[in-house]
T-cell receptor
Framework: QKEVEQNSGPLSVPEGAIASLNCTYS??????FFWYRQYSGKSPELIMS????GDKEDGRFTAQLNKASQYVSLLIRDSQPSDSATYLC??????????FGKGTHLIIQP | GAGVSQSPSNKVTEKGKDVELRCDPI?????LYWYRQSLGQGLEFLIY????????KSGLPSDRFSAERTGGSVSTLTIQRTQQEDSAVYLC????????????FGPGTRLTVT
C-alpha cells in the first residue's frame, strides 16, 4: 500500500518569500514523483516532475528528491498571490495510476 | 493543442440510477486514467487503460463501476445503481505511453447523487 503524506496546512507565506512544501512517502520502489497545483474548483495541473535524487529547477520552482529519506519537496521562489492553491504530491510506483497526497493549502499573503 | 475534455461537466442523478461519464484524451496520448476526488479527500485512482491492453481495474471501488475505451481513444466510465457515496468529482487524465509518468487532467465531471 503506497502512502503519501503532506501537511494539510494552511501554509501562509508573505509575497516575495520562498514557500517550502514537503512530502514523505512509504513505498521504497517508487521511481517517479510529481507536484500538481490545484486551484479551488479546478482540476490538478502538473507543474514539476522529478525522477532522480537531487534538485530540479524550472523557473521559480525547484523540486528536491531524496529517495533514501523517502522525501520530496517543492520550493517556490519569489512567491506570488497567484501561487495560492493546493499543492498535491504524487508518486508512480508501478503499472497503475498515481498515488496522491491530500495536498497542502498554500496562501501567499500580499 | 486541445487538452483532455470531459462531459458532462456536472451531473445530478437520483440514487439507484445509472450514469455515464465521458473522457476524450489529448490527441496522440495512448494512456488514459480515471480518478475521483471526494470533498476534502485526495485523488483516488480508479482505472487505467494503456493502448489496446486490458485495463488495470484494481482501483475500482465496487462492481457497480465499469469503464471501457473504444478505438483506443474515448473512454466511458459507467456507474450503475448510484449511491450517495458516489458523489464526487470524476477526473480523467491522459499521457503519452513513452512519458507515462506525466499525466494531464481534464476539467472533471462533478457527480451529485441525491
Amino acid at each position: 500500500q503506497k502512502e503519501v503524506e503532506q501537511n494539510s496546512g494552511p501554509l501562509s507565506v508573505p509575497e516575495g518569500a520562498i514557500a517550502s512544501l514537503n512530502c514523505t512517502y512509504s513505498d521504497r520502489v517508487s521511481q517517479s514523483f510529481f507536484w500538481y497545483r490545484q486551484y479551488s474548483g479546478k482540476s490538478p495541473e502538473l507543474i514539476m516532475s522529478i525522477y532522480s535524487n537531487g534538485d530540479k529547477e524550472d523557473g521559480r520552482f525547484t523540486a528536491q528528491l531524496n529517495k533514501a529519506s523517502q522525501y520530496v519537496s517543492l520550493l517556490i521562489r519569489d512567491s506570488q498571490p497567484s501561487d495560492s492553491a493546493t499543492y498535491l504530491c504524487a508518486l508512480l510506483g508501478g503499472a497503475d495510476g498515481l498515488t496522491f497526497g491530500k495536498g497542502t493549502h498554500l496562501i501567499i499573503q500580499p | 493543442g486541445a487538452g483532455v475534455s470531459q462531459s458532462p461537466s456536472n451531473k445530478v442523478t437520483e440514487k439507484g440510477k445509472d450514469v455515464e461519464l465521458r473522457c476524450d484524451p489529448i490527441s496522440g496520448h495512448t494512456a488514459l486514467y480515471w480518478y475521483r476526488q471526494s470533498l476534502g479527500q485526495g485523488l483516488e485512482f480508479l482505472i487505467y487503460f494503456q493502448g489496446n491492453s486490458a485495463p488495470d481495474k484494481s482501483g475500482l471501488p465496487s462492481d457497480r463501476f465499469s469503464a471501457e475505451r473504444t478505438g483506443g481513444s474515448v473512454s466511458t466510465l459507467t456507474i450503475q445503481r448510484t449511491q450517495q457515496e458516489d458523489s464526487a468529482v470524476y477526473l480523467c487524465a491522459s499521457s503519452l505511453v513513452e512519458l507515462a509518468y506525466e499525466q494531464y487532467f481534464g476539467p472533471g465531471t462533478r457527480l451529485t447523487v441525491t
